[in-house]
């Protein structure tokens, strides 16, 4: 009898089988080294797994993508490009009948029919009516912004300000720090402390998860301050139910009791920060006091008390550091900005940076020298018919360039063209009732390029089929580590489906002559890392294919550790400190109950949040992912008391609704939110009841810095779905034209 062992490499030898290095471009600060195993013969892959020599992905995925090829092999992926039917109307079919109205063409007819609209509708309305729409459906460097950006650039589109995840976070990090890095993940083991604020760890980051609880062995204490009772929250020593839209006031008074204390570590604050003296005078307001913070945050103050003291101490006599994993939670919020500002502070009051393992992580995205210029031309707009730079528009104000944009002097054109790639903007943009009406327009040319029938798709006049990780050849950096990676082309794209790069340098090379637009993904990754920056000390293209991930080279110090910020010549503000001015003020969100006197006709907090086994709306219609998830699925989660004054039981559905619309869920009464707020996922809105999601409820409302969006500022009422609601709150379907095919 042969071994086992023997078996499978016999069977190998016989089927023929490769493995190829990949890396998980989506939207995730881990991005994962994959091992993808391909059937040499069929050319088809046939297992993925992560690469245990990657030091942060340490041999394992997550639950979402260990299932990645229930997506690349779904029965359901677009496989060769679309037009709209003649005379059907745009908008939902239902899932399964979305060909319905669409019919196949080639790639040759696809590209001629864009490029001769996107040229007539330029010449009719000025190339700032197109509007190219995307986010992050491949964070890799060339999927991400690279031939794309070229395309748009050199037609003089409008430009997108990519704002709807980390924008308020990003400017908030660079007014303070001047930079987006921190603590890396590995050094997280060595922390004594650690707060994970508005950081769903487990769920959306969880290879951190393996060097906090490494840590947590070692006596680490590891408290969440999240107001949902998140899987993170659930496996945390203390978790402290923040109320949404008040960290501002919650950092204020922890750095209240470090000063008050003296937990300050002034020779630090001397040397690198500015402002620390106004800092601690308004600190130390009796506003900022624990006891006056707990009646606005919801928490106690013996709870900010004991956070405080907690935070204080770490690092001192012998004890290991304090680190922050502040993720993006708290910025998705009207003081968004203001918030990641006041907690980025934290670390440079008691100098936790000069610690290994203290600090703060909120990206590492910033630390990757990628030269983006090479790669997006932008020089190129002023080759374009327009001949300058572009006007922008604000990603998070879909809705409005949809459907006012160019009805106010100074406005520029109307969006007479838009093309969607790279993401689900039906779905994911805020204020959909808005977004949809705006994409039914029967006057607007919309493209999109997909892996599915997506709501967006749903509205597409033309369709074209995209390609997944596995199918196209990118650069990666991070937002959650240092290793730059190659992602190797693993199998042939499916179908027609073709890259991002692709699609943008063949709509180039048709629509303008101009040698930028042959570019391969090589030459592009060549490109990339073309720069004379330090950190990419080393890293050259073939030793990235070579070694799959390399390590960026940060400053050492003389022990040969790396620790960002414990020195001043880290910092990279205008002043070269740690920016502390302005201080940051507190001030109650405009849409919220938090420490104002209370808006009456909404009175509870919405958090319309990510799944933990989907990312945002990807995967959101994969049989596996859905059963994985079905514990939230249609589910609005409340407090007891809250539904106690509404006469709501858990299994009841109840109608969830402010002035923007209004969405019909099912309730469940339990402890994963305080008193006052509401907490639902996000959907696809065609896989929702009555095809409206969350962000049926959300506002185009923009944070204090960056422009980012506010979807964790919402405000709505419940009742019960059969009790009457005010009538113009109803977002009815029924307009929405169903084709007739
Ligand atoms: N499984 C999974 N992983 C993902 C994603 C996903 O959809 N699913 N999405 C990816 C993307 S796009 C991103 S940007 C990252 C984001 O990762 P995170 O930043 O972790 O994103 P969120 O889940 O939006 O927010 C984190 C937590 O903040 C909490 N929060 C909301 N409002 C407040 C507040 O006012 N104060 C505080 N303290 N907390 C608040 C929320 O309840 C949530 O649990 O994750 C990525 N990873
Ligand atoms: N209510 C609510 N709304 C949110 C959020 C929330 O937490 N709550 N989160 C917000 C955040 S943080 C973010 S980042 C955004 C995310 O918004 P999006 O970036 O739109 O993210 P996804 O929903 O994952 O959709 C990405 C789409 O890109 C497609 N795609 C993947 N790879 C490729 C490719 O190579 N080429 C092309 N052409 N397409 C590809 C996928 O099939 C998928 O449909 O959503 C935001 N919206
Ligand atoms: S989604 Fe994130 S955790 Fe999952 S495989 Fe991709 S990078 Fe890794
Ligand atoms: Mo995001």
């Given at each position: ?41 069929s050319g088809r892959a ?23 090829l229930d997506r690349v092999y779904s029965p359901e992926r677009l496989l060769y490009p679309m037009r709209r039917r003649p005379g059907v109307?745009k908008?939902p079919l239902p899932q399964g009948r979305e060909a319905e109205a669409f019919e196949r063409i080639s790639w040759d007819e696809a590209l001629e029919l864009v490029a001769q609209r996107l ?15 995307s986010?992050?459906g491949t964070?890799?460097?060339?999927g991400?912004?690279?031939m794309d950006?070229?395309f ?266 838009l093309f969607v790639y790279n993401c689900n ?20 040319f919309t493209v999109v390029h997909e892996q599915f029938f997506t709501d967006t798709a749903d509205y597409a006049d033309i369709l074209l089929p995209a390609t997944t990780f596995l199918e196209a ?16 082309q693993a199998i042939a794209p499916l179908g027609e489906a073709r890259s991002n790069v692709w699609l943008f340098g063949a709509l180039g090379r048709r ?107 990807t995967?959101?219609n994969l ?63 065609k ?52 084709p007739?095919a």
């Amino acid at each position: 009898m042969i071994p086992n062992t023997c078996a499978a490499v016999a069977d190998e030898a016989v089927r023929g089988s490769k493995t190829v290095h990949a890396v998980c471009t989506h939207d995730c600060p881990d991005s994962c080294a994959v091992l993808v195993t391909v059937d040499t013969q069929s050319g088809r892959a046939t297992k993925v797994q992560g690469d245990p020599s990657h030091p942060v992905t340490r041999g394992f995925l997550c639950g979402k993508v260990a299932r990645y090829l229930d997506r690349v092999y779904s029965p359901e992926r677009l496989l060769y490009p679309m037009r709209r039917r003649p005379g059907v109307l745009k908008g939902p079919l239902p899932q399964g009948r979305e060909a319905e109205a669409f019919e196949r063409i080639s790639w040759d007819e696809a590209l001629e029919l864009v490029a001769q609209r996107l040229e007539r509708t330029a010449a009719a309305f000025g190339p700032e009516s197109i509007l190219p729409y995307s986010y992050a459906g491949t964070i890799g460097q060339l999927g991400y912004g690279s031939m794309d950006r070229r395309f748009f650039h050199r037609l003089g589109a409008s430009q997108l300000d990519r704002t709807i995840c980390a924008s308020a976070g990003g400017a908030a990090m660079m007014s303070v720090y001047g930079m987006k890095l921190g603590t890396v993940p590995q050094d997280f083991v060595h922390a004594g402390l650690i707060l994970a604020w508005g950081a769903n760890i487990h769920g959306n980051n969880v290879h951190l998860w393996p060097f906090i609880e490494e840590a947590r062995r070692n006596g680490a204490k590891l408290i969440v301050i999240d107001p949902y009772r998140t899987r993170t929250a659930a496996l945390a020593d203390e978790h402290l139910s923040i109320r949404p839209g008040t960290d501002v006031l919650l950092a204020l008074a922890i750095m209240h009791v470090l000063f008050r204390d003296g937990y300050d570590d002034a020779a630090y604050m001397h040397d690198c920060t500015r402002g620390a003296e106004a800092l601690k005078m308004h600190a130390l307001l009796p506003e900022h006091a624990p006891e006056r913070a707990a009646a606005i945050t919801g928490i106690t103050a013996e709870a900010i008390e004991r956070l405080a003291q907690a935070y204080g101490k770490a690092g001192r006599e012998g004890r290991a550091p304090a680190v922050i994993r502040l993720n993006y939670g708290v910025q998705r919020s009207e003081n968004g900005g203001t918030a990641v500002r006041a907690v980025a502070m934290l670390p440079l009051i008691t100098g936790s940076w000069k610690q290994r393992g203290g600090g703060l992580l909120l990206s590492t995205s910033g630390s990757f020298p990628f030269n983006a210029n090479r790669l997006q031309m932008p020089e190129f707009m002023h080759a374009s018919r327009l001949g300058r730079a572009s006007r922008v528009v604000n990603m998070n104000e879909l809705g409005m360039a949809l459907t006012e944009l160019g009805s106010r002097a100074g406005d520029g054109p109307p969006v007479k063209a838009l093309f969607v790639y790279n993401c689900n903007a039906a779905a994911v943009a805020p204020d959909s009732v808005r977004v949809l009406a705006g994409l039914r327009r029967e006057d607007l040319f919309t493209v999109v390029h997909e892996q599915f029938f997506t709501d967006t798709a749903d509205y597409a006049d033309i369709l074209l089929p995209a390609t997944t990780f596995l199918e196209a050849k990118d650069v990666m950096g991070a937002y959650g580590h240092l290793f730059a990676q190659i992602s190797q082309q693993a199998i042939a794209p499916l179908g027609e489906a073709r890259s991002n790069v692709w699609l943008f340098g063949a709509l180039g090379r048709r629509m303008f002559d101009d040698p930028a637009f042959n570019d391969d993904e090589d030459a592009l990754i060549a490109q990339a890392l073309e720069t004379d920056h330090s950190f990419f000390n080393g890293i050259t293209k073939a030793r990235l294919e070579r070694e799959g991930h390399v390590a960026l080279s940060l400053p050492k110090n003389e022990r040969g550790e790396s620790l960002p910020f414990s020195t001043p010549e880290w910092f990279a503000t205008p002043s070269g400190r740690g920016e502390l001015l302005p201080v940051p003020v507190f001030v109650a969100p405009q849409e919220s109950r938090s420490g104002a006197a209370g808006d009456g006709a909404y009175p509870l907090e919405f958090l319309p949040r990510k799944a933990d086994n989907f990312m945002n709306s990807t995967f959101a219609n994969l049989p596996g992912h859905q059963q994985m998830e079905r514990r939230t699925d249609g589910i609005l989660e409340m407090h007891i008391e809250d539904a106690r004054a509404r006469g709501i039981a858990s299994g009841d559905a109840v109608s969830v609704w402010n002035a923007r619309g209004r969405i019909t869920l099912k309730a469940r009464v339990g402890t994963t939110v305080a008193t006052g707020v509401v907490a639902a996922r996000l959907d696809w809105q065609k896989l929702s009841h009555n095809g409206a999601n969350v962000n049926t409820l959300t506002s185009e409302r923009l944070t204090d810095l960056g422009g980012g969006a506010t979807f964790y500022s919402t405000l709505v009422e419940v009742a019960r779905a059969n009790r009457p609601t005010p009538p113009e709150a109803s977002t009815s379907l029924a307009d929405t034209a169903l084709p007739s095919a």
